[in-house]
């Protein structure tokens, strides 16, 4: 089965950059480009929130426009790894932050709603001001 874990997350100060990392393992009959990363969030008291995607082969697409502009999403596919680049942090931005994977059409993006596959535990991300 696959796992995605995420690194990365931690305290910053308003206006600071984190760099976070989704690491993904555990494919059998699969392989890394089979599947479109995104990268969500929760905040306390909160629904969760789509952020980006990328696709197998690095077409990204923004989920909300309150990250545009700030952050951005990039893959290295022969280390099965997608970064999210945070910059400009604001104190709104602290939450809980989770990739996830979905199986799709190589080359392929999808919606927030798609109904991703896997799901990494989270890290969280403290922004203060």
């Known amino acids: 089965e696959v796992q995605l874990v995420e690194s990365g997350g931690g305290l910053v100060q308003a206006g600071g950059s984190l760099r976070l990392s989704c690491a993904a393992s555990g494919f059998t009959f699969d392989t890394f480009d089979d599947y479109a990363i995104g990268w969500f969030r929760q905040a306390p008291g909160k629904e969760r929130e789509g952020l980006l995607c990328?696709?197998?082969?690095?077409?990204?697409?923004y989920y909300t426009d309150s990250v545009k502009g700030r952050f951005t999403i990039s893959s290295d596919n022969a280390k099965n790894t997608v970064y999210l680049q945070m910059n400009s942090l604001k104190p709104e931005d602290t939450a809980v932050y989770y990739c996830?994977?979905?199986?799709?059409?190589?080359?392929?993006?999808?919606?927030?709603?798609?109904?991703?596959?896997?799901w990494g535990q989270g890290t969280q991300v403290t922004v203060s001001s």
């Open positions: 990328i696709s197998s082969t690095g077409d990204s697409t």
């Open positions: 996830a994977a979905a199986y799709t059409d190589r080359g392929s993006l999808v919606s927030p709603n798609y109904e991703y596959d896997y």
